[in-house]
């Protein structure tokens, strides 16, 4: 699924089925080789590798909006200027020399962690991202590359970026909100001479989705509504024109009512909420008492409780408290397997009912 046009902030505040399957579909994209074949250790060659294949893979030259990056060599050190793609170089075996404090000193996600235990690393090196990019602090570790393929902060960084390393980024702006994470993920891995690599991660990630696909036939041809609660409005965010995403890659399709509603109009009135009928209905509020309203108050409206998905218990809400609303929101290579592991089960649930 293509990210929104931020229906959440991709920070903290909205970061607040098969596990072994999607465990190793996790596993499989964070260590190993690169695509040199050199055996690595947080993204930098092991003693005794050999980096020849690697050079002879460089120079690389990639467009991108403002321009083009160049990278010389093969790059060891990399920094991330986004959460975004910090998971990027994570799940391609990389712990980054700096990264953005995506948390604000919160619980690492879930994903995150297992990535970062794979790897045998701590914590991550991380610089305050509250007032923007931390160009200073960026610059401090001399980074080989910079990796900013999930920012929306581009148009204005980009300038103060560039002296310091290259940059990874996208060849339009426009695609800061529509390229998906397999994109985004093998245009960052070919910066890195890790396009291999990149390929495992995909690979992975789908088979994790399809054997949960094939564990719940009972999802085939649902239809589903996934509506956020946000601080105006309700919002239909299953839309006919939103590209398919997990729902859709685990066999359920969207209602009739989606064609209604679009990127620039899909606002759920409460004297509306029967748009909201469907097979499976799902919601979520991940912006807490920020919100329009809480499930309490929504589940106690006189029109949600007489929806047929209602009645028949269909209906479940996507937690936000452990990142998975923010996540569905936006996945990306890291997040991917995760999301069908934990979201796996709540669709079971729903297609249940009563």
């Known amino acids: 699924m293509n990210r929104p046009a931020r229906p959440f902030a991709r920070r903290s505040t909205a970061r607040t089925l098969l596990a072994a399957v999607a465990c190793a579909a996790l596993l499989a994209g964070c260590g190993g080789k690169d695509d040199e074949g050199a055996e690595t250790d947080g993204g930098k060659p092991s003693a005794g590798a050999s980096t020849g294949a690697a050079e002879a893979a460089f120079p690389v030259t990639l467009p991108n909006a403002w321009g083009k990056t160049e990278v010389a060599k093969k790059p060891l050190k990399v920094a991330t200027v986004s959460d975004g793609d910090t998971d990027i170089a994570l799940a391609l ?65 980009y300038a103060k970026l560039a002296p310091i390393a290259p940059v990874v980024t996208f060849t339009d ?36 989705t399809a054997d949960a696909a094939a564990a719940h036939p009972g999802f085939k041809g649902k239809t589903y509504t996934y509506a956020v609660v946000h601080p105006e409005q309700i919002t239909f965010m299953s839309y006919a024109d939103q590209d398919p995403g997990v ?31 469907a097979d499976v209905l799902l919601m979520t509020y991940p912006f807490g008492d920020n919100g329009l309203l809480s499930a309490k108050e929504l589940e106690s ?41 934990k979201l796996t089960p709540i669709l079971a649930g729903a297609v249940a009912g009563k």
Do not use: C
């Open 93 to 157: 075996g990389i712990v980054p020399v700096i990264t953005p404090d995506a948390e604000d000193g919160g619980p690492v996600p879930e994903y995150k962690q297992r990535a970062l235990t794979k790897l045998g690393a701590g914590e991550l090196k991380k610089y305050d991202d509250t007032d923007g990019t931390d160009y200073e602090a960026i610059a401090a570790e001399a980074p080989d590359v910079i990796l900013g393929m999930n920012t929306w902060s581009m148009d204005t960084d």
């Open 173 to 208: 702006k426009a695609h800061s909100d529509t390229l998906t994470w397999q994109e985004r993920l093998k245009t960052a891995a070919k910066a890195l001479g890790l396009s291999a690599e990149a390929e495992k991660v995909v690979a992975a990630n789908e088979k994790a």
């Open 247 to 277: 729902f859709e890659q685990l066999g359920f399709k969207k209602t009739d009512k989606a064609k209604n509603h679009k990127a620039d109009k899909n606002a759920v009135s409460l004297e509306n909420l029967d748009e909201l009928e």
């Open 301 to 341: 409206n006189k029109l949600f409780q007489s929806l047929q998905v209602v009645k028949g218990e269909h209906y479940a809400v996507i937690p936000s408290e452990n990142t998975l609303s923010s996540a569905v929101a936006y996945p990306d290579a890291l997040s991917a397997p995760w999301i069908v592991e």
